[in-house]
């Protein structure tokens, strides 16, 4: 009897607790993009920043990428960047640039206007 109530203490205590914290928001990924490709797209917005974008710090640029290619997986599975026209891309990558580059760099805004 006296384990009992140490033990049930102890477990409403945990779920007490395991309730107060924020749940985590899991990305929405459609998964099905593989390494090499999410890479080559990492790369692909990193070397595009890196050029039109010279002001910016080196560790800037990998969060707006990080942004964008999280985004993009988001909307869009891996095979859809074959199927989809390439203007529709264009103007899709265009505007996370801009969104990313504001979430990752704020004083950017100051920049660009």
Request: some cysteine.
């Amino acid at each position: 009897m006296s384990l009992v109530f140490p033990r049930s203490i102890l477990v409403a205590g945990l779920l007490f607790l395991s309730s107060c914290q924020t749940p985590v928001k899991l990305p929405i990924f459609s998964g099905d993009h593989p390494t090499g490709q999410v890479r080559q797209m990492w790369s692909i917005c990193y070397l595009t920043q890196q050029r039109n974008q010279p002001f910016i710090q080196p560790q800037v640029h990998v969060q707006i990428c990080d942004c964008m290619i999280d985004l993009s997986r988001e909307k869009y599975k891996s095979a859809d960047y074959r199927d989809i026209d390439q203007k529709v891309l264009t103007d899709f990558f265009s505007g996370l640039s801009a969104k990313c580059t504001l979430i990752s760099n704020p004083s950017s805004a100051h920049q660009t206007q």
